[in-house]
């Protein structure tokens, strides 16, 4: 990568870059970048010499932006490969983008390579004929899943997908949701992952948001009536969604191995834009996150030593991969390790319990409410998660009394506590060897490459170790930005570190401790209460399986705090009794002021409980109590 700079007498600063900008010239641009003084009338960006830019690129020219007002940051000179970048990612609306060129550059430097269909490919060449996935419908070589995954994109072409479109798939884990993933990276699109769990209007406000083209249609839960359903979500996605393909299990792409596809080749690198992940949408609209196959490998390469995967394992993967936690974790990190994946037919805790005791499955990773109502199955022992030898919980975090009943179910299990976001996953997890204090306690220490700074939200100065603060971060597999979501919301700041909106504190050892999200901080009558502490105290009360501290609107405090509970089955629950013992350990203002009984929490596709919904539940039964 070739800089120049230069400013002019009336402090405007323009920049020519020459070469390619992906992850590693992108930090010389950042240096080069930084040095531009903060009152520069403005900046010009010369991008003629330019002859490709990846997401750590586009990334670069984001905390540009976050450092200059609107209107200041110009682009001029791009060419239609670099215009093409910054127009699927959404980043074209950011700047003023000056003269165009028509023609591309030769290529400048080494292109990239580690791109997922380059995964595939190596996949085909080194274990063709090796069982990378069990299914409901039998078992999946990789020399099929990359020939099935062929033939759709053959099909996908034919329907208009190129480099840089936005395909969506929305279903369950399914072998045919796999091979519509790799077939998407062949052609150099944009996957965009979708919880198969939303309604018609739900996936359209996505789709619409997302810019997305076309819609690979698995076992969509609400789906009932197909004709009406798709036509709820054409009506409402705008017209740049034009049409949908079928990707329903009852479709076998195997039957059509042999028929000639004619998969158009064009040019694939490893940190070009590969997928978005959708965030929770706990405040509003869920977020398109830009990752490439760059960040997911590498990430996923690196959960694959945590947690010591090898050839000889066996995962239970119930980990929806449309989720980060999923993707990461489960397919990609078993498949890097040549790893054999079995997709259960449906997520039913007897289902779980039955394939991992069927087939000695030695990994399975959840969150803590499916481990939950695992061990609460009235046919659970311990003999049928026997074969376990690690697990990751995350996505939310377990209390201490839950952590405990696990390892009491599971005490050949190595349990490991981790931390992630779909914006950047992941960022610690405990070492494979670590004490139960530290899993209980702690969501481990960083992984390498990865910094982090414990911040003050009030002031953004660090805060010393040991004292809470907003959890800051950066890495390798940090996302580029959301997908068009102006430069002021997005969480990256102008210094390039993540927000992540979580509070936490690093101790003396280097492991990070989670407090709960700034989010669902409830302020009661100018008391700040963090649900965790209160939700730790309440799973420890005899009986209680689960539990979620909610904030409910008081016209005297402000807000109150409402505990909502799940207790296991034929338990009673004590409410006087409940208050005497928290009373003991926790102050006044945090015991609660409302118990509301669940028979299950309500969740997210991802896992996470479904706060949103929760809450609207929680706020008219407590209305009703009030009366």
């Known amino acids: 990568m070739q800089i120049k700079t230069e400013q002019s007498a009336a402090n405007a600063c323009r920049l020519q870059l020459a070469g390619r900008l992906d992850p590693e010239s992108a930090g010389q641009v950042r240096r080069a970048l930084a040095a531009i003084p903060a009152d520069a009338a403005s900046l010009t960006l010369d991008l003629e010499g330019l002859s490709y830019i990846s997401l750590a690129g586009l990334r670069e020219l984001l905390i540009a932006r976050r450092r200059f007002p609107a209107g200041t940051v110009r682009l001029e000179k791009l060419r239609p490969r670099v215009l093409e970048a910054l127009e699927s990612s959404g980043f074209s609306d950011f700047f003023a983008i000056g003269e165009t060129l028509p023609e591309d550059l030769p290529g400048c430097g080494e292109a990239l390579s580690g ?8 996949k085909r060449r080194s274990a063709a004929d090796r069982v990378a996935i069990v299914s409901e419908a039998g078992e999946h070589s ?10 759709i994109a053959a099909d996908l072409a034919a329907l208009g997908v190129r480099r840089g479109s936005h395909v969506a798939i929305c279903g369950r884990n399914s072998i045919n949701w796999v091979y519509t993933f790799f077939a998407i990276q062949k052609l150099g699109a944009v996957a965009a992952l979708i919880n198969p769990g939303l309604k018609a209007k739900e996936i359209a406000k996505i789709l619409r948001g997302g810019d997305v083209e076309l819609l690979c249609c698995g076992e969509i839960l609400e789906m009932k009536e197909e004709a009406a359903f798709l036509g709820e979500i054409r009506q409402a996605a705008g017209e740049k969604l034009k049409g949908f393909y079928d990707v329903r299990s009852s ?16 040019t694939v690198e490893a940190d070009d834009p590969a997928l978005m992940i959708f965030t929770s949408g706990y405040t509003g609209t869920p977020k398109g996150v830009l990752l490439s196959s760059y960040s997911v490998l590498r990430a996923s390469r690196a959960s694959a030593g945590t947690q010591r995967l090898t050839a000889q394992d066996r995962i239970c993967l119930i980990l929806p991969m449309f989720h980060i936690f999923g993707l990461v974790a489960g397919l990609i990190a078993g498949s890097c390790a040549d790893a054999l994946i079995y997709l259960p037919k449906d997520i039913r805790t007897g289902t779980i319990l039955n394939l991992i005791h069927t087939e000695r ?24 998660l026997s074969s376990l030898r690690c697990t990751i919980i995350s996505a939310a975090a377990a209390t201490r009394a839950q952590m405990e009943r696990f390892q009491n179910a599971m005490p050949e299990n190595h349990f490991l506590s981790s931390y992630g976001l779909s914006e950047m996953a992941p960022v610690s997890i405990t070492d494979y060897e670590d004490t139960d204090e530290h899993v209980m306690r702690t969501v481990g220490r960083l992984l390498e490459h990865v910094a982090l700074r414990i911040a003050d939200p009030a002031t953004g100065k660090d805060c010393p170790a040991g004292e809470p603060g907003e959890i800051l971060a950066q890495g390798y597999s940090l996302m580029a930005g959301y997908y068009r979501i102006a430069v002021e919301d997005q969480a990256i700041d102008a210094d390039g570190w993540l927000h992540t909106g979580d509070r936490g504190c690093l101790d003396e050892e280097g492991y990070l401790h989670l407090d709960g999200r700034y989010k669902e901080l409830i302020i009661r009558g100018g008391e700040n209460v963090m649900p965790g502490e209160i939700e730790t105290a309440l ?3 005899p ?7 909610i904030g409910v609107p008081s016209d005297f405090f402000g807000e109150e705090v409402c505990a909502c509970l799940v207790c296991g089955e034929g338990e009673g629950f004590d409410e006087d009794a409940a208050r005497a013992v928290l009373s003991e350990g926790l102050a006044r203002y945090k015991v609660p002021s409302f118990f509301l009984l669940y028979d299950e929490l309500p969740l997210l596709g991802s896992g996470k409980i479904d706060i949103v919904t929760l809450k609207q539940d929680a706020i008219i039964r407590v209305n009703a109590m009030r009366k």
């Open 115 to 122: 791109s997922f269909r380059d995964f595939l490919a190596q």
């Open 142 to 151: 990789w020399r099929e899943i990359d020939a099935c995954a062929e033939l």
């Open 251 to 266: 479709r076998d792409f195997r039957a059509r191995i042999g028929e000639r596809a004619a998969c158009p080749m064009q």
């Open 361 to 384: 499955c030695t990994v399975f990773h959840s969150v803590p409410s499916m481990l939950v109502a695992l061990v609460n199955n009235r046919d659970f022992s311990p003999e049928m």
């Open 539 to 541: 799973t420890e009360l």
């Open 543 to 549: 009986g209680v399986r689960n539990a979620k501290v």
